[in-house]
Protein backbone atom coordinates (compact mmCIF):
# COMPACT_ATOMS: atom_id res chain seq x y z
CA UNK A 1 0.00 0.00 0.00
CA UNK A 2 2.78 2.31 0.93
CA UNK A 3 4.34 1.38 -2.46
CA UNK A 4 1.57 2.68 -4.53
CA UNK A 5 0.67 5.87 -2.44
CA UNK A 6 4.58 6.95 -3.09
CA UNK A 7 3.79 5.81 -6.69
CA UNK A 8 0.83 8.19 -6.84
CA UNK A 9 2.46 10.75 -4.85
CA UNK A 10 5.16 10.87 -7.64
CA UNK A 11 2.65 10.62 -10.57
CA UNK A 12 0.78 13.97 -8.97
CA UNK A 13 4.41 15.49 -8.72
CA UNK A 14 5.30 15.06 -12.25
CA UNK A 15 1.52 15.86 -13.55
CA UNK A 16 2.21 19.41 -12.01
CA UNK A 17 2.28 22.79 -14.27
CA UNK A 18 2.96 26.18 -14.27
CA UNK A 19 -0.58 28.27 -14.09
CA UNK A 20 -0.47 30.96 -16.50
CA UNK A 21 -2.12 33.30 -14.90
CA UNK A 22 -0.55 32.90 -11.33
CA UNK A 23 2.77 31.66 -12.33
CA UNK A 24 2.47 28.79 -10.04
CA UNK A 25 2.91 25.32 -9.78
CA UNK A 26 -0.19 22.95 -9.86
CA UNK A 27 -1.80 19.76 -10.38
CA UNK A 28 -2.92 19.50 -14.26
CA UNK A 29 -3.52 15.95 -15.25
CA UNK A 30 -5.18 17.50 -18.54
CA UNK A 31 -2.56 18.63 -21.41
CA UNK A 32 -3.23 21.84 -23.18
CA UNK A 33 -3.85 19.46 -26.58
CA UNK A 34 -7.34 17.87 -24.59
CA UNK A 35 -8.16 21.27 -23.27
CA UNK A 36 -8.42 21.98 -26.72
CA UNK A 37 -10.15 18.46 -27.93
CA UNK A 38 -12.79 18.97 -24.94
CA UNK A 39 -13.47 22.15 -25.83
CA UNK A 40 -14.39 21.92 -29.25
CA UNK A 41 -16.40 18.66 -28.34
CA UNK A 42 -18.54 21.52 -26.39
CA UNK A 43 -18.80 23.07 -29.29
CA UNK A 44 -20.37 20.23 -31.43
CA UNK A 45 -22.81 19.48 -27.89
CA UNK A 46 -23.83 23.32 -28.04
CA UNK A 47 -24.65 23.70 -31.63
CA UNK A 48 -26.92 19.99 -31.23
CA UNK A 49 -28.44 20.50 -27.98
CA UNK A 50 -29.16 24.69 -28.06
CA UNK A 51 -27.96 25.52 -31.43
CA UNK A 52 -26.00 28.98 -32.23
CA UNK A 53 -27.90 32.23 -33.22
CA UNK A 54 -28.28 33.02 -36.65
CA UNK A 55 -26.73 35.89 -36.90
CA UNK A 56 -23.07 36.47 -38.49
CA UNK A 57 -22.89 39.96 -37.96
CA UNK A 58 -24.06 39.91 -34.29
CA UNK A 59 -21.55 37.20 -33.76
CA UNK A 60 -18.92 38.70 -35.83
CA UNK A 61 -19.00 42.08 -33.70
CA UNK A 62 -18.98 39.93 -30.55
CA UNK A 63 -15.89 37.44 -31.52
CA UNK A 64 -14.01 40.53 -32.75
CA UNK A 65 -13.85 41.69 -29.00
CA UNK A 66 -13.21 38.23 -27.78
CA UNK A 67 -10.19 37.74 -29.71
CA UNK A 68 -9.05 41.33 -29.00
CA UNK A 69 -9.12 40.60 -25.49
CA UNK A 70 -7.32 36.75 -25.63
CA UNK A 71 -4.72 38.20 -27.76
CA UNK A 72 -3.39 40.19 -24.84
CA UNK A 73 -3.97 37.71 -22.27
CA UNK A 74 -1.68 35.36 -20.65
CA UNK A 75 -2.12 32.21 -23.33
CA UNK A 76 -3.02 34.19 -26.73
CA UNK A 77 -1.86 30.89 -28.56
CA UNK A 78 -5.04 29.11 -27.72
CA UNK A 79 -7.34 28.85 -30.63
CA UNK A 80 -10.31 30.80 -29.54
CA UNK A 81 -13.50 30.95 -30.48
CA UNK A 82 -16.76 33.19 -29.81
CA UNK A 83 -20.15 31.59 -29.49
CA UNK A 84 -23.53 33.09 -30.04
CA UNK A 85 -26.16 30.63 -28.46
CA UNK A 86 -30.01 30.62 -29.69
CA UNK A 87 -31.21 30.60 -25.65
CA UNK A 88 -33.00 32.62 -23.71
CA UNK A 89 -31.22 31.78 -20.83
CA UNK A 90 -29.85 34.75 -19.07
CA UNK A 91 -26.00 32.92 -19.48
CA UNK A 92 -22.42 33.03 -20.57
CA UNK A 93 -19.97 30.28 -20.06
CA UNK A 94 -16.57 29.03 -20.93
CA UNK A 95 -14.86 25.42 -22.11
CA UNK A 96 -11.45 24.79 -21.70
CA UNK A 97 -9.35 25.63 -24.63
CA UNK A 98 -10.54 28.83 -25.22
CA UNK A 99 -14.27 28.11 -26.34
CA UNK A 100 -16.60 31.06 -25.44
CA UNK A 101 -20.31 30.59 -25.43
CA UNK A 102 -22.66 33.81 -24.69
CA UNK A 103 -26.14 33.38 -24.93
CA UNK A 104 -29.02 36.62 -26.77
CA UNK A 105 -30.66 36.17 -23.57
CA UNK A 106 -28.02 37.70 -21.61
CA UNK A 107 -27.19 40.39 -24.30
CA UNK A 108 -30.85 41.73 -23.76
CA UNK A 109 -29.73 42.97 -20.25
CA UNK A 110 -26.59 44.89 -20.87
CA UNK A 111 -26.33 48.46 -22.29
CA UNK A 112 -22.97 48.78 -23.74
CA UNK A 113 -19.78 47.37 -25.23
CA UNK A 114 -18.12 47.75 -22.22
CA UNK A 115 -20.79 45.94 -20.04
CA UNK A 116 -20.01 42.67 -22.90
CA UNK A 117 -16.50 43.03 -22.69
CA UNK A 118 -16.60 42.62 -18.84
CA UNK A 119 -18.79 39.16 -19.73
CA UNK A 120 -16.11 37.84 -21.71
CA UNK A 121 -13.44 39.26 -20.11
CA UNK A 122 -14.47 36.99 -16.87
CA UNK A 123 -15.26 33.85 -19.15
CA UNK A 124 -11.37 34.06 -20.91
CA UNK A 125 -10.43 34.10 -17.39
CA UNK A 126 -12.04 31.18 -16.42
CA UNK A 127 -9.78 29.59 -19.66
CA UNK A 128 -6.54 31.25 -18.82
CA UNK A 129 -6.23 30.44 -15.29
CA UNK A 130 -7.28 26.64 -16.04
CA UNK A 131 -9.89 26.45 -13.33
CA UNK A 132 -11.73 23.56 -15.18
CA UNK A 133 -8.76 22.10 -16.21
CA UNK A 134 -8.37 22.18 -12.53
CA UNK A 135 -11.22 20.94 -11.44
CA UNK A 136 -11.18 18.23 -13.46
CA UNK A 137 -7.55 17.15 -12.26
CA UNK A 138 -8.81 17.27 -9.06
CA UNK A 139 -11.79 14.32 -9.93
CA UNK A 140 -9.31 12.74 -12.09
CA UNK A 141 -6.48 12.80 -9.24
CA UNK A 142 -9.89 11.44 -6.76
CA UNK A 143 -10.18 8.54 -9.12
CA UNK A 144 -13.54 9.51 -9.77
CA UNK A 145 -13.10 10.70 -13.15
CA UNK A 146 -15.74 13.31 -15.02
CA UNK A 147 -19.27 11.90 -14.77
CA UNK A 148 -21.87 11.15 -17.91
CA UNK A 149 -24.97 12.51 -17.49
CA UNK A 150 -27.90 10.72 -15.56
CA UNK A 151 -30.40 9.19 -17.20
CA UNK A 152 -32.51 10.18 -14.44
CA UNK A 153 -31.57 13.91 -13.71
CA UNK A 154 -33.21 17.54 -13.56
CA UNK A 155 -30.40 19.05 -15.32
CA UNK A 156 -31.40 20.69 -18.68
CA UNK A 157 -28.35 18.77 -20.16
CA UNK A 158 -29.90 15.77 -19.03
CA UNK A 159 -28.69 12.64 -21.32
CA UNK A 160 -30.64 10.19 -23.32
CA UNK A 161 -29.97 6.60 -23.08
CA UNK A 162 -26.74 5.73 -24.57
CA UNK A 163 -26.64 9.06 -24.93
CA UNK A 164 -23.38 12.01 -24.73
CA UNK A 165 -21.63 12.61 -21.07
CA UNK A 166 -22.71 16.12 -19.07
CA UNK A 167 -19.58 17.77 -20.95
CA UNK A 168 -17.69 20.43 -18.99
CA UNK A 169 -19.58 23.79 -19.49
CA UNK A 170 -21.47 23.22 -16.36
CA UNK A 171 -18.79 22.70 -13.84
CA UNK A 172 -19.24 24.95 -10.86
CA UNK A 173 -16.51 27.25 -10.29
CA UNK A 174 -15.49 27.74 -6.33
CA UNK A 175 -15.56 31.29 -5.10
CA UNK A 176 -12.38 32.14 -5.06
CA UNK A 177 -12.22 31.33 -8.49
CA UNK A 178 -15.01 33.42 -9.37
CA UNK A 179 -13.08 36.14 -8.17
CA UNK A 180 -10.06 35.45 -9.70
CA UNK A 181 -12.19 35.58 -12.73
CA UNK A 182 -13.89 38.50 -11.77
CA UNK A 183 -10.39 40.34 -11.51
CA UNK A 184 -9.17 39.18 -14.75
CA UNK A 185 -12.24 40.38 -16.40
CA UNK A 186 -11.50 44.38 -14.84
CA UNK A 187 -7.84 43.58 -15.95
CA UNK A 188 -9.27 42.58 -19.70
CA UNK A 189 -11.34 44.97 -20.15
CA UNK A 190 -9.00 48.22 -18.97
CA UNK A 191 -6.31 46.86 -21.22
CA UNK A 192 -8.49 47.02 -24.35
CA UNK A 193 -9.94 50.42 -23.26
CA UNK A 194 -12.74 50.08 -21.44
CA UNK A 195 -14.69 51.72 -18.94
CA UNK A 196 -15.04 49.34 -16.41
CA UNK A 197 -16.69 51.43 -14.10
CA UNK A 198 -19.85 49.68 -16.50
CA UNK A 199 -19.06 46.24 -15.04
CA UNK A 200 -20.89 46.53 -11.66
CA UNK A 201 -24.38 47.38 -13.38
CA UNK A 202 -24.14 43.70 -15.19
CA UNK A 203 -24.21 42.35 -11.73
CA UNK A 204 -26.85 44.69 -10.60
CA UNK A 205 -28.87 44.27 -13.20
CA UNK A 206 -28.56 39.85 -13.29
CA UNK A 207 -29.70 40.72 -9.59
CA UNK A 208 -32.72 42.56 -10.42
CA UNK A 209 -33.84 39.80 -13.43
CA UNK A 210 -33.47 37.31 -10.54
CA UNK A 211 -35.77 38.87 -8.15
CA UNK A 212 -38.15 39.70 -10.93
CA UNK A 213 -38.54 36.38 -11.50
CA UNK A 214 -39.86 35.45 -8.42
CA UNK A 215 -38.76 31.79 -8.84
CA UNK A 216 -35.03 30.48 -7.57
CA UNK A 217 -35.54 28.05 -10.33
CA UNK A 218 -35.30 30.44 -12.64
CA UNK A 219 -32.31 32.36 -11.42
CA UNK A 220 -30.04 33.67 -14.32
CA UNK A 221 -28.18 30.93 -15.51
CA UNK A 222 -24.67 33.48 -14.98
CA UNK A 223 -25.51 33.67 -11.30
CA UNK A 224 -26.40 29.85 -10.97
CA UNK A 225 -23.08 28.42 -12.67
CA UNK A 226 -21.47 30.79 -11.50
CA UNK A 227 -21.38 30.86 -7.67
CA UNK A 228 -21.41 34.58 -6.01
CA UNK A 229 -17.90 35.55 -4.44
CA UNK A 230 -19.47 37.80 -2.33
CA UNK A 231 -20.81 41.45 -2.88
CA UNK A 232 -19.48 41.49 -6.86
CA UNK A 233 -21.14 44.74 -7.36
CA UNK A 234 -18.91 46.60 -4.21
CA UNK A 235 -15.89 44.51 -5.67
CA UNK A 236 -16.14 45.65 -9.24
CA UNK A 237 -17.04 48.93 -8.08
CA UNK A 238 -13.85 49.24 -5.60
CA UNK A 239 -11.39 48.35 -8.92
CA UNK A 240 -13.19 50.62 -10.75
CA UNK A 241 -12.50 53.60 -8.70
CA UNK A 242 -8.35 52.85 -8.59
CA UNK A 243 -8.64 53.93 -12.54
CA UNK A 244 -7.08 57.40 -11.99
CA UNK A 245 -7.95 58.37 -15.68
CA UNK A 246 -11.36 57.62 -17.67
CA UNK A 247 -10.99 60.06 -20.06
CA UNK A 248 -9.75 58.39 -22.91
CA UNK A 249 -11.85 54.79 -21.43
CA UNK A 250 -14.84 53.66 -23.80
CA UNK A 251 -18.36 52.46 -22.44
CA UNK A 252 -19.36 51.59 -26.55
CA UNK A 253 -23.53 52.46 -25.81
CA UNK A 254 -24.21 53.58 -29.38
CA UNK A 255 -22.34 50.96 -31.18
CA UNK A 256 -23.30 48.07 -29.02
CA UNK A 257 -27.13 48.96 -29.24
CA UNK A 258 -27.30 49.08 -33.10
CA UNK A 259 -25.86 45.30 -32.87
CA UNK A 260 -29.42 44.58 -30.50
CA UNK A 261 -31.81 46.28 -33.03
CA UNK A 262 -33.58 42.75 -34.11
CA UNK A 263 -32.72 40.28 -31.46
CA UNK A 264 -35.05 37.93 -30.82
CA UNK A 265 -36.10 38.44 -27.03
CA UNK A 266 -37.58 35.26 -24.53
CA UNK A 267 -38.41 32.04 -25.91
CA UNK A 268 -38.66 32.09 -29.48
CA UNK A 269 -41.63 30.35 -30.31
CA UNK A 270 -40.53 29.11 -34.24
CA UNK A 271 -38.76 26.55 -32.45
CA UNK A 272 -41.84 25.11 -30.42
CA UNK A 273 -43.17 25.95 -27.04
CA UNK A 274 -44.90 24.48 -23.96
CA UNK A 275 -48.28 26.18 -23.44
CA UNK A 276 -49.56 24.32 -19.97
CA UNK A 277 -48.47 20.67 -20.74
CA UNK A 278 -49.18 21.27 -24.51
CA UNK A 279 -46.31 21.16 -26.62
CA UNK A 280 -46.25 23.23 -29.94
CA UNK A 281 -44.46 23.55 -32.95
CA UNK A 282 -45.94 25.32 -35.93
CA UNK A 283 -42.89 24.54 -38.52
CA UNK A 284 -43.01 20.81 -37.72
CA UNK A 285 -46.97 21.09 -37.33
CA UNK A 286 -46.57 19.04 -34.68
CA UNK A 287 -48.43 19.18 -30.73
CA UNK A 288 -47.85 16.89 -28.24
CA UNK A 289 -49.30 16.63 -23.88
CA UNK A 290 -46.51 15.77 -21.38
CA UNK A 291 -47.68 14.44 -18.18
CA UNK A 292 -49.53 17.08 -15.52
CA UNK A 293 -47.07 18.80 -13.00
CA UNK A 294 -43.93 17.21 -15.41
CA UNK A 295 -41.23 20.00 -16.49
CA UNK A 296 -40.44 20.39 -20.30
CA UNK A 297 -37.28 21.40 -21.86
CA UNK A 298 -36.79 22.66 -25.30
CA UNK A 299 -33.53 21.50 -26.46
CA UNK A 300 -32.34 22.14 -30.25
CA UNK A 301 -31.98 18.45 -31.03
CA UNK A 302 -34.67 17.51 -28.83
CA UNK A 303 -37.41 18.00 -26.29
CA UNK A 304 -37.21 16.26 -22.77
CA UNK A 305 -40.11 16.18 -20.14
CA UNK A 306 -38.97 15.21 -16.56
CA UNK A 307 -40.56 13.89 -13.58
CA UNK A 308 -40.24 16.72 -10.91
CA UNK A 309 -38.43 14.22 -8.51
CA UNK A 310 -36.67 12.72 -11.55
CA UNK A 311 -38.02 9.40 -11.18
CA UNK A 312 -38.80 9.66 -14.73
CA UNK A 313 -38.59 10.88 -17.90
CA UNK A 314 -39.69 10.92 -21.54
CA UNK A 315 -37.68 12.38 -24.85
CA UNK A 316 -38.92 12.96 -28.19
CA UNK A 317 -36.12 13.72 -31.28
CA UNK A 318 -36.08 13.17 -34.82
CA UNK A 319 -34.43 9.60 -35.90
CA UNK A 320 -31.50 9.31 -38.38
CA UNK A 321 -33.41 6.49 -40.21
CA UNK A 322 -35.89 7.01 -43.13
CA UNK A 323 -37.90 4.20 -41.79
CA UNK A 324 -39.54 2.92 -38.66
CA UNK A 325 -38.52 -0.72 -39.81
CA UNK A 326 -34.82 0.80 -39.78
CA UNK A 327 -35.12 3.19 -36.82
CA UNK A 328 -36.46 0.14 -35.08
CA UNK A 329 -34.07 -2.02 -36.04
CA UNK A 330 -31.20 0.96 -34.97
CA UNK A 331 -32.38 0.80 -31.58
CA UNK A 332 -32.09 -3.00 -30.86
CA UNK A 333 -28.63 -3.09 -31.73
CA UNK A 334 -27.52 -0.97 -28.58
CA UNK A 335 -25.65 -2.60 -26.80
CA UNK A 336 -27.03 -3.59 -23.41
CA UNK A 337 -30.61 -2.85 -24.17
CA UNK A 338 -33.01 -5.67 -24.61
CA UNK A 339 -35.81 -5.00 -26.17
CA UNK A 340 -39.50 -6.69 -26.27
CA UNK A 341 -41.70 -7.03 -29.44
CA UNK A 342 -42.69 -4.21 -31.10
CA UNK A 343 -46.29 -2.92 -31.56
CA UNK A 344 -47.62 -1.52 -34.78
CA UNK A 345 -50.12 1.70 -33.84
CA UNK A 346 -51.82 4.65 -35.62
CA UNK A 347 -49.84 7.47 -33.82
CA UNK A 348 -48.74 10.31 -36.94
CA UNK A 349 -48.86 8.15 -40.13
CA UNK A 350 -47.78 5.45 -38.80
CA UNK A 351 -45.92 3.53 -35.86
CA UNK A 352 -43.97 0.88 -33.85
CA UNK A 353 -43.25 0.91 -30.30
CA UNK A 354 -41.78 -1.71 -27.55
CA UNK A 355 -40.82 -1.95 -24.38
CA UNK A 356 -37.23 -2.51 -23.28
CA UNK A 357 -34.53 -3.00 -20.38
CA UNK A 358 -31.16 -1.51 -19.57
CA UNK A 359 -28.98 -1.01 -16.44
CA UNK A 360 -26.88 2.43 -15.58
CA UNK A 361 -23.35 2.01 -15.36
CA UNK A 362 -24.04 2.18 -11.26
CA UNK A 363 -26.42 -1.23 -11.92
CA UNK A 364 -29.44 0.76 -11.73
CA UNK A 365 -31.74 -1.16 -13.63
CA UNK A 366 -34.01 0.55 -16.31
CA UNK A 367 -37.50 0.21 -18.02
CA UNK A 368 -39.16 2.00 -20.54
CA UNK A 369 -40.66 1.58 -23.93
CA UNK A 370 -39.55 3.37 -27.46
CA UNK A 371 -41.68 4.30 -29.96
CA UNK A 372 -41.03 5.56 -33.44
CA UNK A 373 -43.64 7.18 -35.62
CA UNK A 374 -43.58 8.81 -38.59
CA UNK A 375 -44.81 12.64 -39.49
CA UNK A 376 -43.93 15.18 -42.06
CA UNK A 377 -42.02 12.68 -43.99
CA UNK A 378 -39.74 12.09 -41.52
CA UNK A 379 -39.14 9.45 -38.57
CA UNK A 380 -39.71 10.76 -34.62
CA UNK A 381 -38.49 8.76 -31.78
CA UNK A 382 -39.99 8.94 -28.27
CA UNK A 383 -38.60 7.56 -25.46
CA UNK A 384 -40.37 6.81 -22.06
CA UNK A 385 -38.12 5.15 -19.15
CA UNK A 386 -37.36 5.41 -15.46
CA UNK A 387 -35.83 2.73 -12.87
CA UNK A 388 -37.75 -0.77 -12.86
CA UNK A 389 -39.17 -0.24 -9.57
CA UNK A 390 -41.00 2.92 -10.50
CA UNK A 391 -41.92 1.67 -13.90
CA UNK A 392 -45.42 0.95 -12.89
CA UNK A 393 -46.23 3.96 -11.61
CA UNK A 394 -45.27 5.99 -14.63
CA UNK A 395 -46.25 3.72 -17.65
CA UNK A 396 -49.85 4.99 -17.93
CA UNK A 397 -48.17 8.77 -18.41
CA UNK A 398 -45.97 7.62 -20.63
CA UNK A 399 -48.41 5.91 -22.90
CA UNK A 400 -50.66 8.45 -22.40
CA UNK A 401 -48.10 10.86 -23.93
CA UNK A 402 -47.33 8.52 -26.78
CA UNK A 403 -50.67 8.97 -27.69
CA UNK A 404 -51.00 12.29 -27.88
CA UNK A 405 -48.47 12.86 -30.98
CA UNK A 406 -50.88 14.27 -33.71
CA UNK A 407 -51.18 17.71 -36.04
CA UNK A 408 -52.44 20.69 -34.22
CA UNK A 409 -56.05 21.71 -35.71
CA UNK A 410 -56.16 24.07 -39.12
CA UNK A 411 -57.13 26.81 -36.73
CA UNK A 412 -54.58 26.63 -33.85
CA UNK A 413 -53.30 30.65 -32.91
CA UNK A 414 -49.13 30.36 -31.86
CA UNK A 415 -47.49 32.81 -30.17
CA UNK A 416 -45.89 35.29 -31.84
CA UNK A 417 -42.00 35.96 -32.21
CA UNK A 418 -41.01 39.37 -29.80
CA UNK A 419 -37.54 41.25 -30.84
CA UNK A 420 -35.60 44.75 -29.36
CA UNK A 421 -36.23 47.75 -31.11
CA UNK A 422 -33.83 50.66 -30.58
CA UNK A 423 -35.60 53.70 -30.86
CA UNK A 424 -34.30 57.10 -30.02
CA UNK A 425 -37.41 59.17 -27.73
CA UNK A 426 -38.62 61.78 -29.65
CA UNK A 427 -39.79 63.49 -26.11
CA UNK A 428 -39.33 62.25 -22.58
CA UNK A 429 -41.35 58.96 -21.53
CA UNK A 430 -41.69 56.72 -18.75
CA UNK A 431 -40.84 52.41 -19.70
CA UNK A 432 -44.88 52.61 -19.11
CA UNK A 433 -45.55 54.61 -21.87
CA UNK A 434 -43.03 52.31 -24.40
CA UNK A 435 -45.10 49.50 -22.88
CA UNK A 436 -48.77 50.86 -23.77
CA UNK A 437 -47.04 51.36 -27.37
CA UNK A 438 -45.43 48.12 -27.68
CA UNK A 439 -49.24 46.72 -29.02
CA UNK A 440 -48.63 43.88 -25.81
CA UNK A 441 -45.33 42.56 -27.04
CA UNK A 442 -43.33 43.94 -23.40
CA UNK A 443 -44.51 44.96 -19.96
CA UNK A 444 -43.32 47.98 -17.87
CA UNK A 445 -41.06 45.69 -15.83
CA UNK A 446 -39.17 44.37 -19.04
CA UNK A 447 -38.74 47.19 -20.46
CA UNK A 448 -37.16 48.80 -17.42
CA UNK A 449 -34.51 45.55 -16.73
CA UNK A 450 -33.69 45.61 -20.69
CA UNK A 451 -32.98 49.33 -20.47
CA UNK A 452 -31.91 48.81 -16.50
CA UNK A 453 -34.18 51.63 -15.12
CA UNK A 454 -36.33 52.03 -12.55
CA UNK A 455 -40.08 51.60 -13.64
CA UNK A 456 -41.72 55.08 -13.13
CA UNK A 457 -38.54 57.14 -13.87
CA UNK A 458 -38.78 59.65 -17.07
CA UNK A 459 -36.42 59.00 -19.79
CA UNK A 460 -35.12 62.39 -21.29
CA UNK A 461 -35.83 63.64 -25.17
CA UNK A 462 -33.14 62.04 -27.62
CA UNK A 463 -32.13 59.40 -25.49
CA UNK A 464 -31.79 55.86 -27.35
CA UNK A 465 -33.29 52.83 -25.55
CA UNK A 466 -34.62 49.22 -26.36
CA UNK A 467 -38.09 48.38 -26.88
CA UNK A 468 -39.74 45.13 -27.56
CA UNK A 469 -42.04 44.52 -30.73
CA UNK A 470 -43.80 41.94 -32.40
CA UNK A 471 -41.86 40.63 -35.43
Known amino acids: MRKATLAAAALLITACAVNPVTGKRQ??????????????????????ETGFYPDSGLTAYIAGIGKRMAAASERPDLPWEFHLIDDPMVNAFAAPGGFIFITRGILAYMNSEAELAGVIGHEIGHVTAKHTVTAISRQQAGTIGIIG???????????DLGGAGLG???????????????????????????????????FMTLGRVSEASGDAGRIPGFLSTHPDPGDRVAATTAWADTVSDYSKLITGRDRFLAQMNGLVYGEDPRQGYFEGVRFLHQGLRLQFDMP??????????????????????????????????????????????????????????GSQSAEFTASMQDGTALRGRVQFFLHGGSVYQVLGLSTSVNWSQWIGAVDATMRS?????????????????????????????????????????????INSVDEGVMLAAGKKVKTIRWR
Do not use: C
Not at 150 to 157: G, M, P, S
Not at 308 to 331: D, F, H, R, V
Open 27 to 48: LSLVSEAQEIEMGRGEVVRARE
Open 149 to 159: AAILTNDQRVA
Open 168 to 202: VLFLKYGRDQERQSDGLGHRYSLAQGYDVREMPKT
Open 292 to 349: NGWRGINQASQVIMVEPNGTAQIIMKQAAQASLNEAMAAWRQQQGVTTGAATAGNVGQ
Open 405 to 449: FTTPPANQQYRRVRELRVVTLPSGKTVDALAGESGGAATARELAL
